[in-house]
């Protein structure tokens, strides 16, 4: 069989692996900055949606998040006890857990202003390019 049937599977041809690779090395970039707020990465963007909604319920998050309700969970219960966002169940409605921040939780947004400033500053792109690759990200993640 000719190599060349073969050429779709080389890693420099997977889509997935760059993407894969900067995901980790942006986390990795985050580390630092996020550890100064005694948080975890998924527990910063987790704050990021609260910080901009307030109040939503845990579908709604976990949407927002692109997170199942098996990892969610769990993030919101080591939350809640760090006493950032407070779980309830919605009156109208049990199913649905309302998932609201505290006033621990808004404090912690000024200690964090300062965080995208400092990820642009370790990223190799420009304004501009940063914004394209935004929404080309967005476009496969909701395609």
């Not at 995901?23 to 963007?45: A, C, E, G, H, W």
């Not at 407070?86 to 409605?93: F, H, V």
């Not at 199913?95 to 995208?116: D, F, S």
Request: aromatic share 8%; with cysteine.
């Amino acid at each position: 069989m000719d190599n060349h049937a073969y050429d779709t599977l080389k890693i420099e041809n997977q889509l997935c692996f760059p993407l894969y690779a900067c995901s980790r090395k942006m986390i990795k970039q985050y580390k630092p900055f996020v550890d100064m707020l005694n948080l975890t990465y998924t527990q910063y963007i987790t704050m990021l949606i609260l910080w901009e909604k307030k109040a939503l319920t845990a579908k709604e998050l976990g949407h927002d998040l692109y997170l199942d309700s098996g990892t969610l969970t769990p993030l919101l219960k080591k939350m809640e006890g760090k006493g950032l966002l407070t779980r309830r169940r919605a009156e109208d409605d049990e199913r649905n857990l309302i998932i609201t921040i505290t006033e621990q939780g808004e404090q912690l947004r000024e200690r964090a202003l300062t965080i995208p400033e400092q990820i642009a500053k370790c990223s190799n792109l420009e304004p501009e390019e940063a914004a394209a690759l935004y929404k080309i990200l967005y476009k496969l993640l909701n395609g």
